[in-house]
């Protein structure tokens, strides 16, 4: 995201939970902070009675959710939008707001926005589920980071910025184009807010992977070397986008884990975490990598997805 003259819009889908909740409130902050408007997205479907705009999603509150008609569907919709984009106003009354109400999928409707001219990024919420369910709840940001042309936010449902703490940027990296996307955005989003960037890259002992990638030298085997190697690596992914940004403090990690873990473990609730949708060796047909997928269900913060 960035602070265009022209104006141009953060789309943001809300659906009732608390979740979508977070996401509005802070679309609509980083709109304000860079001269952005926000445009709102219900669709009528069945929508959650729960967080904070319970008893504005239903038609009629005597009708369970998963099951009213679909006027009724039609009307909560209507309702939510009309209250989503009420709140958002009273919070930020100099914000531009539009809002869109769409008969289609809630990820069709926020593909189609997304599309858009003008459109810059697209935020959800994540119902904040863990294991099994969440592949299936949270699918709505899963699938939107695997298929939108804009950087895709998702925000957990226990968001909520550390007091005191300012935000930084984390960025992983792995050599893959979406990572380059990824630390592209990172910069920019760095640099705007005159924060600092963190650039993470994980590497692991060689040796576990050594029936699956052939054979390895032997010299390759020695952590030092492969820790060596993980560092130039990250050095010359940093290169350019330092030079484009040189008044972004960057501060590199390096650090002998699981990528998710390494991730995981750097960022605080404040932090913007950058990844990429899918690494190096991503298997074709999967909506996202293992990494995006496990970061965007594990932290504690917002995460940006690029593909």
Known sequence: MDGASTTRWVIVGVDGTESSRHALEWSAHQAMLRGLGVRIVAAAGPLASVGVFAGHGHADPDVAPD???????????????????????????????????????PVEALLAEASAEGAVAVVVGSRGLSGIVAAFVGSVGIELAARAP?????????????????????????????????????FAQADFADTELVAVSAWQPLVAFAAATGPIPPELFDDATAAEAARQALEEELAGPRARHAGVPVRTRVVRAHPVIALLEEATPADLIVVGSRGRGGFRGLLLGSVSHSVLHGARGPVAILR
Not at 73 to 84: I, M, N, R, V, W
């Open 67 to 105: 099951v009213f008609p679909d006027e009724a569907d039609a009307q909560g919709a209507e309702s939510l939008l009309e209250y989503a984009g009420d709140w958002v106003a009273r919070l930020f009354p100099e914000l531009r707001v539009e809002k869109r109400l769409s008969y289609d999928r």
């Open 150 to 186: 804009v950087p895709v936010i998702v925000l957990p449902r226990e968001h909520a910025s550390a007091h005191g703490v300012r935000g930084r940027v984390i960025v992983g990296i792995d050599g893959s184009e979406p990572s380059r996307r990824a630390v592209d955005f990172a």
